[in-house]
């Protein structure tokens, strides 16, 4: 098992195509990794923080609400709350990125059908990243209400 790794490790750090009859330590070098350093591979680094950011804020805020109410209330909806909070895990979440890209996809989308068919002017993009920073925690609901119910017991 070490040694595919320490394969696919030294082909990084290559300057050449690893052959079987040419693995040495005499060309290895820093240059693949430049890619690291620009401005595109910043910016999605950036994206891609700003939107897990904004998820996990999102599913924060939107699963404390249930978990408590299912942990620390004697409300009549509670075991309601409860079930539709563990009900999503046995969905898998590629079947709820399928779904938010068929109702929001911009050309096409669900969504986008019925508002212009009423008259307004407004494009629902799932692709922007506030859609995408909505996405994860609607379908991850689960995570976000059962995981804070544990820091309310009764």
Known sequence: MALPML???LAAFSDSFLRP?????DSLTLANFSVLASTQALTTLGNSVLIAGCASALALLIGC???FITARTSSP???FLYCTGIAPMFLPSLGG????SLLGSPAAGYLNLVVQSVGLDIT??????GASSWSPPSTTHPTRSCS???CFPS
């Open 7 to 9: 394969l696919i490790l």
């Open 21 to 25: 009859d040419d693995i040495g330590l």
């Open 65 to 67: 609400d249930p978990a």
């Open 77 to 79: 909806a509670r075991r």
């Open 97 to 100: 990125a399928l779904a938010w």
């Open 124 to 129: 629902v993009n799932i692709y922007s990243t």
């Open 148 to 150: 804070p119910t544990a």
